[in-house]
């Protein structure tokens, strides 16, 4: 067994979502979407932005579908932000300090 799958179970087991989540479609939707975070906004946005998008999910009534139509607006807005901002798309590897 991938130990990824293991974690994303042991994960789903602890915070008692089971039953709220296909680890297997929200696995490849959320890397997917922050590979596009990451290297169209910057790489510390990615994580922030999968938090929020667990966030925006789990405020809907049917938060696998609602995943995907938020995932897909988040690439979206990431690819435009990226058009928008060419010389900071994927940089800010570390927080202003």
């Not at 915070?15 to 922050?34: C, E, F, G, K, N």
């Not at 925006?56 to 901002?85: F, I």
């Amino acid at each position: 067994m991938n130990s990824l799958k293991e974690w994303v179970d042991l994960v789903c087991r602890e915070l008692d979502i089971t039953d709220a989540v296909s680890p297997t479609a929200m696995q490849s939707r959320v890397l997917d979407m922050s590979r596009d975070v990451a290297h169209g906004v910057a790489r510390p946005a990615a994580p922030l932005t999968a938090y929020l998008l667990g966030l925006a999910a789990g405020r809907s009534s049917d938060p696998e579908a609602a995943a995907d139509e938020l995932t897909q607006r988040v690439c979206q807005l990431a690819q435009r932000w990226a058009d928008e901002h060419p010389s900071s798309a994927g940089a800010g590897s570390s927080p202003p300090g």
